[in-house]
């Protein structure tokens, strides 16, 4: 059966067939595990272990030439990438001229097809993370490196990820054919793109501004967290206006019961054994209901992030206030340009819509 997403289930619905107590434990774990990592190697090895996965997911499959091809440009974009994020993190008018452009190239790039928008959106992803690793507290060339060795590492490893799909498919006499290239020249999809009368090129430009925008007023807003509302947008942001709005009502939903509860939790509980017991709680059902419930999902999200404030810095009072304001900012942006794409898409022609 094919998976529905997030969004399309009700606001309160759960997906049985997506929820699973025993991914939420693999993801207790993954999260358990990823936490030691990180206090044991740094920012840099986990630059270095998302880099190989960001890599490994965008090579894709198929043929073996164009794979390494592809982990080699993805590796090399995300390093370069990850320079630019560090870099431009700690001035809020350049971090939002850089997502502007980046997020406009990222949206542009959906024209060559599914593979290339996949790598875009993680690109695009990375860099808005890349933002909070401040060059300050971080060495923006080790960040860099280490994203670049990671994803090397993951294009070394794609020979054995070729010969394991051929050994667990082999080609028979239905096999499908790679499917062909593209006729005509590399640049015409982009240029094509490109034109201003082209539905992805209208929604790349008003994604960018809109994400660009978000980073100026984050930053200015929330001193802790500037950029938590442009990954609330960023997240929320679609071409398809139904998909948006849905997404948007989840998080807005989730966010907001979430942190009620959390507050809730942390002012009546005061052991740090049960604090603790809580939070195990959360992480594992945040992943149990990830793909059953988006709302519930950004539910335990959200407490998860009041607890662990709790128990680390004592004081949640600005981190509620952050969160629930960066994702009022980040839904409201994101709902403006969902009105913008309807607008935009009522001046169309009936077979133009946008397929980004």
């Known amino acids: 059966m094919a998976r529905v997403s997030r969004a399309r289930v009700g606001l309160f619905e759960l997906d049985r067939e997506q929820f699973s107590l025993r991914t939420g434990l693999v993801g207790l774990l993954a999260l358990g595990a990823a936490v030691a990592f990180l206090a044991v190697v740094g920012y840099a090895g986990v630059a270095a272990v998302l880099g190989a996965i960001i890599t490994a997911v965008s090579a894709g499959s198929g043929r073996l030439a164009p794979c390494i091809a592809r982990g080699v440009a993805v590796a090399t974009v995300g390093s370069l990438l990850t320079v630019v994020g560090v870099w431009s993190g700690e001035r809020g008018w350049t971090a939002g001229l850089v997502v502007t452009v980046v997020t406009f190239a990222a949206t542009i790039v959906v024209a060559y097809g599914k593979t290339a928008a996949t790598a875009a959106f993680l690109l695009n992803l990375w860099l808005l993370l890349s933002l909070t690793f401040t060059a300050s507290d971080h060495s923006l060339g080790g960040l860099a490196a280490s994203f670049l060795a990671g994803g090397a590492f993951a294009v070394v490893l794609q020979p ?60 200015y807003l929330f001193d802790r967290h500037p950029y938590w509302a442009v990954l609330v947008a960023f997240v929320i942001i679609k071409s398809d206006p139904v998909e948006s709005w849905a997404i948007g009502v989840h998080r807005a939903v989730g966010t907001v019961f979430g942190a009620a509860v959390g507050i809730l939790v942390v002012q009546n509980v005061d052991s740090t054994p049960w604090l603790t017991f ?10 149990a209901v990830q793909r059953a419930n988006y709302a519930a999902f950004t539910f335990f999200l959200t407490t998860l992030l009041i607890l662990s404030t709790r128990l680390v810095e004592g004081d949640v009072g600005e981190t509620v206030w952050e969160r629930v304001g960066a994702t009022v900012l980040g839904i409201g942006i994101a709902f403006a340009v969902t009105a913008v794409v309807l607008s935009i898409a009522g001046r169309r022609q009936p077979g133009t819509a946008t397929t980004a």
């Open 160 to 219: 054995l990820a070729a010969h394991r799909r051929r050994t667990a498919a082999p080609p028979g006499p239905g096999a499908e054919e790679p499917p062909a290239a593209p006729a005509g020249p590399w640049s015409a999809p982009l240029r094509a793109a490109l034109r201003p009368e082209s539905p992805l090129f209208q929604f790349a430009v008003v994604r960018g501004l809109a994400t660009g925008g978000t980073t100026v007023l984050g930053w």
């Open 278 to 287: 809580l939070l195990v709680v959360a992480s594992m059902l945040m992943v």
